[in-house]
């Protein structure tokens, strides 16, 4: 009896080990990023929230991608504004939550997709910020520049000089007009559109400013004029193989 009693708890212990021992072996093989949560914090990994989490990664994955493009534009023109180390986190999260996609684990691809996201907008709200200032600072040359042109007496003789008075008047409403779309979509916290509106209200007070002293504007605002574009003005050369 005693031999079969011991045999019966053997077998018991046998059948844990083995329900068991996956599991053990399951949460030392998890990345340390996963193993970063806690009960009360691990994401739901059931049928229904991978069906939800499919559905958002698909459109994070896009929205971000675009939003690193820019960012990327942006980043390079402005070297001196020091936001290169927020963007290779932001790249560097981009990726590792692409790196969950293309393995199927959807649930922290929405997970990392999620976080890359927000470092995303805090770093379009620093960027509008500097953007709505050098918009200002544009806006109030060209403010500046027409007010002297409209109090020369030869603005009233000359048609020349009356009709470029006339047409930077009206690209100067328009760059005002874009200036408070880009300051409304601050306050609605869309920062990235934001930036959208001030690189038009620029390319507008550029026109102004080329326009009417062109001598002085030359060349000047080459960095600006290519970042409205969305372009880099130097890129990197890429080195022949």
């Known amino acids: 009896m005693k031999k079969k009693s011991i045999l019966f708890v053997l077998a018991i212990a046998l059948v844990l080990s083995l329900q068991f021992t996956p599991m053990v072996k399951a949460q030392q093989a998890q990345p340390a990023e996963k193993q970063q949560f806690t009960e009360a914090t691990r994401p739901e990994e059931n049928y229904l929230a991978r069906f939800h989490a499919l559905e958002r990664v698909e459109f994070l994955k896009k929205s971000n991608l675009d939003k690193i493009y820019m960012l990327k534009v942006i980043i390079s023109n402005y070297k001196d504004q020091g936001w290169d180390k927020d963007y290779q986190a932001i790249y560097e ?83 005002y007009g874009q200036y408070d779309d880009g300051q409304n979509m601050m306050d609605d916290h869309v920062y990235d559109t934001a930036v959208k509106h001030f690189r038009v209200a620029k390319s507008y007070a550029i026109q102004i400013l080329e326009d009417i002293d062109p001598e002085n504007a030359k060349g000047k605002y080459d960095l600006d004029k290519a970042d409205n574009l969305n372009r880099i003005l130097n890129p990197p050369q890429q080195s022949a193989k």
Do not use: H, W
């Not at 790196?99 to 890359?116: P, T």
């Not at 109090?151 to 008075?165: F, I, Q, T, Y």
């Open 93 to 175: 999260g981009y990726k590792k939550g692409m790196d969950y996609y293309y393995k199927r684990d959807i649930i922290y691809a929405q997970v990392e997709l999620e976080k890359n996201r927000k470092d995303i907008f805090e770093l379009y709200k620093k960027i509008a910020e500097v953007y709505k200032q050098r918009t200002q600072a544009l806006l109030n040359e060209c403010a500046t520049k027409i007010l002297d042109l409209d109090l020369d007496e030869r603005s009233r003789s000359n048609p020349d000089r009356n009709k470029v008075l006339f047409k930077n008047v009206a690209r100067l409403r328009i760059a």
